[in-house]
Nanobody
Framework: QVQLVESGGGLVQAGGSLRLSCTAS????????MNWYRQAPGKQRELVVG???????YYADSVKGRFTISGDNAKNTVYLQMNSLKPEDTAVYYC??????????????WGQGTQVTVSS
């Protein structure tokens, strides 16, 4: 079994910063991609940042120039540095991993989510 554990959410004023982290653990052969999604109340879950093992990075237009994703392959961890936060960034942020799991093949896992609240 694989687990994704997120941390780093919280309450911050507009213009502030937060850093989220997501660590994958378990019987992992290879991680193909790790992504961050978010879901605001009453809205659909949306992809915020995508990060593939090959080094490709996707940023949603709404976060370009403000959010930065980075990774530590040795720790199976990705970080999401969020700067210049806006109230509209308020959401539950979910980590997602597309990976190869021992004996189970290609799998997609989700973290439990971490709340980010940006006050105006």
């Amino acid at each position: 079994q694989v687990q994704l554990v997120e941390s780093g959410g919280g309450l911050v004023q507009a213009g502030g910063s937060l850093r989220l982290s997501c660590t994958a653990s378990g019987n992992i052969i290879r991680i193909n991609a790790m992504n961050w999604y978010r879901q605001a109340p009453g809205k659909q879950r949306e992809l915020v940042v995508g990060f593939t093992n090959g080094g490709s990075i996707y940023y949603a237009d709404s976060v370009k120039g403000r959010f930065t994703i980075s990774g530590d392959n040795a720790k199976n961890t990705v970080y999401l540095q969020m700067n210049s936060l806006k109230p509209e960034d308020t959401a539950v942020y979910y980590c997602n991993a597309d990976l190869q799991e021992l004996f189970r093949g290609s799998r997609v896992y989700w973290g439990q989510g971490t709340q980010v609240t940006v006050s105006s």
